[in-house]
């Protein structure tokens, strides 16, 4: 079945060090999402990418880093300059476009907490 | 910048009862897109339904209608006949229209209104 997943369910930071998250998509979906999901909020973007290879910063995207050297895949490190790393992440994918009948998938999330 | 108000942050609605779930939103471009979303317990999020601004009819999709009303800003999301199954929260976002040049097709969310259906 085609779906996004992202590993692990559950991930655990100590002071200091970075941490990464795993996403992987098998729609074959140009565009990929991280999402930050704090108690209470919305979703805010992070970062996003509409191509292999190229990348953009969303709306809260310090302290974060990201790479797309495969169409499928579209990690995301949280670095030690991310002050409250602590929130649940999402990934998410879509066609180039965003309209219509298209819409975001998204993976079943990653919860990072801080030791 | 373009800004979605979701001012329920709770509801309780009772088993085989509708809900209404209010949305309003804050663009002046003229075209843009509204979705609602579900995420229930497990985290992850399920799409429900998408309203084009330009659209004529309210948009369906089976117990799921929008209530969308262009000249009020508000897209306000129906549920008839509530399943305890729909106990979660539920989130309103906004994607403006038109290719920025940047690629910039992203989606802005509110801050969500958790349902509780009652048996």
């Known amino acids: 079945d085609g779906g996004i997943t992202q590993s692990p369910k559950y991930l655990f930071r100590k002071e200091g060090q970075n941490v990464t998250l795993s996403c992987e998509q098998n729609l074959n979906h140009d565009a990929m999402y991280w999402y930050r999901q704090d108690p209470g909020q919305g979703l805010r973007l992070i970062y996003y990418?509409?191509?292999?290879?190229?990348?953009q910063k969303g709306d809260i995207a310090e302290g974060y880093s990201v790479s797309r050297e495969k169409k499928e895949s579209f990690p995301l490190t949280v670095t030690s300059a991310q002050k409250n790393p602590t929130a649940f992440y999402l990934c998410?994918?879509?066609?180039?476009?965003?309209?219509?009948?298209?819409?975001?998938?998204f993976g079943s999330g990653t919860q990072l907490s801080v030791l | 910048a373009q800004k979605i108000t979701q001012t329920q942050p709770g509801m309780f609605v009772q088993e085989k009862e509708a809900v209404t779930l209010d949305c309003t939103y804050d663009?002046?471009?003229?075209?843009?897109?509204l979705f609602w979303y579900k995420q229930p317990s497990s985290g992850e999020m399920i799409f429900l339904i998408y309203q084009g601004s330009y659209d004529q009819q309210n948009a369906t999709e089976g117990r799921y209608s929008l209530n969308f009303q262009k000249a009020r800003k508000s897209a306000n999301l129906v549920i008839s006949a509530s399943q305890l199954g729909d106990s979660a929260m539920y989130f309103c976002?906004?994607?403006?229209?038109?290719?920025?040049?940047?690629?910039?097709?992203?989606?802005?969310f509110g801050k969500g209104t958790k349902l509780s259906v009652i048996p």
């Open positions: 990418s509409q191509i292999v290879n190229d990348f």
């Open positions: 663009t002046s471009d003229p075209s843009y897109g």
């Open positions: 976002a906004i994607l403006l229209g038109g290719y920025s040049g940047a690629g910039s097709y992203q989606l802005t």
């Open positions: 998410a994918s879509s066609t180039w476009t965003l309209s219509g009948d298209e819409k975001l998938f």
